[in-house]
């Protein structure tokens, strides 16, 4: 069998499988099976996600640090961008701070942790950042779709896994995922502290991969109060998959989030004139060393 993947080349696979330790264990049925869901009323949900750029590498001796941005925020249909934040970092492995330059250019001082490299601290602080905004949002009552694996549990919150790279199921149960319509969930399984589901958003067609449009679903807590709260979401989250001639990473990336990241990249600000603040604050600490 030949097909192609719904995603252009520059953004990776977004369905290679690495086979895991330990599978998941479906608990709603004895066999992996697909699961119609119901047409449900939305609730009042924010779409949380955040971009982050490295700007400038910086040599400390033989150890090398990153300046950059982070940016995250909410999508909330039809109330446009919610709990917004940007924020310039430094990562460092030594006690160094750059000095804050004129244009309101600043960076907050980060340690980066002895078994990270600075991309990866990046990614860490990015990830902290959507949480802090996460839970603000969840205290004022939204429901929330957080892009990627949840890291905590938040109330009535769902983790919105676009790529398929980690294998959760055993071969023949992943197969079965294949065979979802769209709409379809497939039942419930359980790894860790998080319980989950698979879901085809859109339907494939004969040239198409036959994971396409499948994306994960996860949540943490009690496991029917979670099945309950998927089940729902898995029948209203399809109206925004994303539009391949707007997207090219349709239809696993939402509308909400393709927009929101869009913006958030808009607020990051000029790379240029970032990179010009960083060399002139090392000019600057530089003098001070002289």
């Not at 460092?92 to 244009?103: F, I, N, S």
Request: glycine share 8%; aromatic share 6%.
């Amino acid at each position: 069998m030949i097909s192609v993947s719904e995603w252009v080349p520059s953004y990776g696979d977004p369905h290679q499988l690495e086979d895991e330790q330990e599978y998941a264990r479906v608990w709603e049925h004895a066999e992996l099976q697909a699961v119609d869901t119901p047409l449900t009323p939305r609730p009042r949900v924010a779409f949380v996600d955040g971009v982050r750029r490295a700007e400038a590498l910086l040599y400390l001796d033989e150890i090398t640090a990153v300046a950059g941005v982070l940016a995250a925020g909410a999508a909330v249909p039809g109330g446009g961008y919610a709990g917004v934040r940007v924020e310039r970092v430094f990562l460092r492995a030594a006690e160094v701070r750059l000095p804050p330059q004129a244009g309101g250019w600043s960076w907050r001082s980060l340690l980066i942790p002895a078994d990270l490299n600075a991309e990866l601290a990046l990614q860490r602080a990015m990830r902290e950042l959507e949480a802090e905004i996460g839970l603000a949002l969840a205290r004022e009552g939204y429901a929330l779709v957080l892009d990627g694996p949840m890291a905590t549990a938040l109330p009535r919150a769902v983790g919105y896994v676009k790529t398929q790279q980690r294998s959760l199921l055993p071969p023949e149960q992943n197969e079965a995922l294949g065979k979802l319509r769209a709409g379809q969930r497939s039942s419930m399984f359980a790894w860790g502290s998080k319980h989950g589901c698979y879901m085809r958003l859109s339907h494939d067609r004969e040239h198409q991969h036959p994971y396409h449009g499948l994306v994960r679903l996860e949540c943490m807590g009690e496991a029917e109060s979670c099945r309950a709260w998927l089940h729902e979401v898995a029948g209203w989250l399809p109206a925004f998959a994303g539009v391949a001639h707007l997207d090219p990473r349709a239809p696993q990336n939402l509308q909400p989030i393709a927009g929101l990241e869009k913006e958030l990249r808009r607020r990051c600000g000029d790379p240029g004139l970032a990179l010009r603040a960083v060399r002139q604050a090392v000019a600057q600490l530089q003098k001070g060393l002289s």
